[in-house]
């Protein structure tokens, strides 16, 4: 007997996708208590209004919770038809069980496979890059990908460097099979030599023997020059790969990680003007790898974006680590 792999559909897509926005606001004028700074600093430097975090109630579970039900209604299914539940967080605070298994049963799936990654403010492309693969080999039909952080609860309220930038909330997108080209090819990677550039103060043992929290550190300045370098070449590298050209693209979505950052791919690019470009970074701050999904729930719901366009993602952070591929908008 021969043994049998697995095949899957000849193309995935996106099916649905759904956000959950925290609701408690936070304007420059509050950092203000915080850490030396001014709205006009900070609006300047990043673009940033106002960013949410999460209130007493919200948790990194329940706003991808509730993200994930708004997906799966969108997509048209019900979480039984739910085979695989992908989520990317760096602010689960348990390292195990994952935080994708407690969802897939909260979801009400049926024993859905379940796992966490992480990839920092890449990780719902990368979490994509995986739904695509799990489609088309047939490991699984329908896949749930998650990108939720609440970083306020491990920010350095006090770090000029941080405090400013970072903020909450969950995006989610529902992936399963096409019968036409939907997602183009993931181009991604690593560099590892920089991990200490987006880094935690401690690791567990330390913060226990410190009896000090552990949050998140960044030079500022080395990741805009990498991101304004090699990944805004990357960008241009996932438009080539997907066969498409700059003036065939509708909107382009970059990881809200900076209005300046943004500026500088728009540049490399050389994107025509009838391609709308994502600027929720003004009023959600950036919030890692919920930041994409939230942009184009958002933007579907101004008419800024619309089902059927073609769309450019890109997520790149900690690790240091990047993904990006074309979508078609559900
Ligand atoms: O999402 C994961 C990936 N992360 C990113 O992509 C973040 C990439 N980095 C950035 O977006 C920027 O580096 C920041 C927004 C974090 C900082 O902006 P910057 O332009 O790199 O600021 P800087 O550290 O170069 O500081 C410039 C000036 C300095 O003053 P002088 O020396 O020019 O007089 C700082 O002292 O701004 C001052 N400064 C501030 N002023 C008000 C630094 N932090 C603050 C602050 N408020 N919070």
């Given at each position: 007997?021969?043994?049998?792999?697995?095949?899957g559909?000849?193309?995935?897509?996106?099916?649905?996708?759904?956000?959950?926005?925290?609701?408690?606001?936070?304007?420059?004028?509050?950092?203000?208590?915080?850490?030396?700074?001014?709205?006009?600093?900070?609006?300047?430097?990043?673009?940033?209004?106002?960013?949410?975090?999460?209130?007493?109630?919200?948790?990194?579970?329940?706003?991808?919770?509730?993200?994930?039900?708004r997906?799966?209604?969108?997509?048209?299914?019900?979480?039984a038809?739910?085979?695989?539940?992908?989520?990317?967080t760096?602010?689960?605070?348990?390292?195990?069980?994952?935080?994708?298994?407690?969802?897939?049963?909260?979801?009400?799936?049926d024993?859905?496979?379940?796992?966490?990654?992480?990839?920092a403010?890449?990780?719902?492309?990368y979490?994509l890059?995986?739904?695509?693969?799990?489609?088309?080999t047939?490991?699984?039909?329908?896949?749930?990908?998650?990108?939720?952080?609440?970083?306020?609860?491990?920010?350095?309220?006090?770090d000029r460097?941080?405090?400013?930038?970072f903020?909450?909330?969950?995006?989610?997108?529902?992936?399963?099979?096409?019968?036409?080209?939907?997602?183009?090819?993931?181009?991604?990677?690593?560099?590892?030599?920089?991990?200490?550039?987006?880094?935690?103060?401690r690791?567990?043992?330390?913060?226990?023997?410190?009896?000090?929290?552990?949050?998140?550190?960044?030079?500022?300045?080395?990741?805009?020059?990498?991101?304004?370098?090699?990944?805004?070449?990357?960008?241009?590298?996932?438009?080539?790969?997907?066969?498409l050209?700059?003036?065939?693209?509708d909107?382009?979505?970059?990881?809200?990680?900076?209005?300046?950052?943004?500026?500088?791919?728009?540049?490399?690019?050389?994107?025509p003007?009838?391609?709308?470009?994502?600027?929720?970074?003004?009023?959600?701050?950036?919030?890692?790898?919920?930041?994409i999904?939230?942009?184009i729930?958002?933007?579907l719901?101004?008419?800024?974006?619309?089902?059927?366009?073609?769309?450019?993602?890109?997520?790149?952070?900690?690790?240091?680590?990047?993904?990006?591929?074309?979508?078609?908008?559900?």
């Amino acid at each position: 007997m021969a043994l049998k792999a697995s095949h899957g559909a000849a193309y995935s897509r996106v099916e649905g996708i759904g956000a959950a926005i925290p609701s408690r606001v936070v304007d420059n004028h509050e950092m203000t208590q915080y850490i030396e700074t001014s709205d006009e600093w900070i609006q300047q430097r990043t673009g940033i209004v106002e960013r949410r975090w999460a209130a007493e109630h919200e948790t990194v579970e329940s706003l991808s919770m509730d993200a994930a039900r708004r997906a799966i209604e969108r997509a048209g299914l019900t979480p039984a038809d739910i085979d695989a539940v992908i989520v990317s967080t760096v602010s689960h605070m348990l390292q195990t069980p994952s935080l994708a298994a407690i969802i897939a049963a909260k979801l009400g799936t049926d024993g859905a496979a379940a796992f966490d990654i992480s990839a920092a403010c890449a990780g719902f492309s990368y979490g994509l890059a995986q739904a695509d693969a799990l489609v088309r080999t047939g490991a699984a039909r329908h896949v749930v990908v998650i990108g939720a952080e609440t970083l306020s609860k491990i920010t350095d309220l006090s770090d000029r460097g941080t405090a400013f930038l970072f903020a909450d909330g969950a995006g989610a997108a529902v992936v399963g099979p096409s019968d036409v080209p939907s997602m183009g090819p993931v181009v991604w990677g690593s560099d590892g030599e920089q991990a200490d550039v987006i880094n935690m103060s401690r690791d567990w043992h330390q913060a226990v023997e410190e009896g000090q929290p552990s949050q998140i550190t960044m030079q500022g300045q080395a990741v805009f020059r990498w991101a304004t370098g090699f990944i805004a070449d990357a960008a241009r590298r996932t438009l080539e790969a997907s066969g498409l050209t700059p003036d065939e693209l509708d909107l382009f979505v970059p990881h809200q990680a900076n209005n300046r950052i943004t500026d500088s791919m728009l540049r490399h690019l050389k994107l025509p003007e009838t391609v709308t470009v994502a600027r929720t970074i003004k009023h959600f701050g950036n919030n890692s790898a919920a930041s994409i999904p939230i942009a184009i729930d958002a933007m579907l719901a101004s008419g800024e974006a619309k089902s059927g366009d073609t769309c450019l993602i890109i997520g790149f952070g900690a690790g240091l680590v990047y993904a990006g591929q074309v979508i078609t908008i559900p």
